[in-house]
């Protein structure tokens, strides 16, 4: 009898231990998190500024000449730089001062009987400093002075005063909100971006149809520096 008890207390040692030894076994081995693989992180995303997009965008462009409806005539060349690095959405890159070239459609002045003078300005190409040209057609969505020019007296199409409100209007509309033009340290003169529509800071000009700017003075004249912001087209 007390050797049957011997036996049993030896199997149930046994077999305690082996529990144990199970327990133990599997505490060593850590629950392990399924591993991640870069693919599984966020892609990085670029932004594109709303100018960019192939097809329709805006393009804000300086005058590099200045223009006068009295001395040119249609067809005259008109030539800008771009104010902003620009990147077309099939990637091509646009650096800022790249040259931009249009032409004059309307060129008048007012004489006896007129009732405005006028000057229409579409541009139809972009030049990239490594000699490639892009085809476009680009309107006057909004103009405003050059904001580094010095003040000079208001007149038609002439930058308007140190008023910083005063804002001209685009034919049947209404002044558009000056939120829509930040102000430049230089006076508080407007500068224009993407949501910039009409004639801001100049007096007696009025933007119409098809990117003519218009004025009841004698002529249109609108100097270099001069800020455009246009509605792009890539060809």
Do not use: W, Y
């Not at 966020?42 to 500024?49: A, D, F, G, K, R």
């Not at 002045?109 to 490639?132: E, N, T, W, Y």
Request: hydrophobic share 35%; glycine share 10%; charged share 15%.
């Amino acid at each position: 009898m007390a050797r049957f008890a011997n036996q049993l207390f030896l199997v149930m040692l046994m077999l305690a231990a082996s529990l144990c030894l199970g327990q133990s076994t599997n505490a060593a081995q850590p629950t392990q998190a399924p591993a991640q693989t870069s693919s599984s992180a966020s892609p990085s995303q670029t932004t594109l500024p709303a100018s960019t997009a192939k097809g329709r965008g805006v393009m804000p462009v300086e005058l590099t000449k200045s223009l006068d409806s009295k001395k040119l005539k249609e067809g005259d060349a008109v030539t800008g730089k771009i104010a902003a690095d620009l990147r077309l959405k099939d990637g091509t890159q646009i650096p800022r001062g790249s040259k931009v070239t249009g032409h004059v459609t309307e060129a008048k002045a007012r004489s006896r009987g007129d009732a405005q003078s006028a000057l229409g300005i579409v541009f139809d190409k972009i030049s990239l400093p490594s000699g490639k040209d892009i085809a476009i057609k680009g309107e006057i969505q909004a103009v405003a002075p050059n904001p580094n020019a010095g003040a000079q007296q208001s007149g038609p199409g002439v930058m308007a005063g140190l008023a910083g409100n005063d804002t001209g209007m685009s034919a049947g509309t209404s002044p558009p909100p000056m939120p829509s033009a930040p102000t430049s340290p230089q006076e508080g003169r407007p500068i224009l971006n993407a949501q910039s529509k009409g004639v801001i800071g100049f007096h007696n000009l009025e933007l119409g149809q098809d990117s003519v700017l218009v004025s009841t003075g004698k002529n249109v004249s609108l100097d270099s520096g001069t800020q455009l912001m246009l509605q792009v087209e890539v060809e």
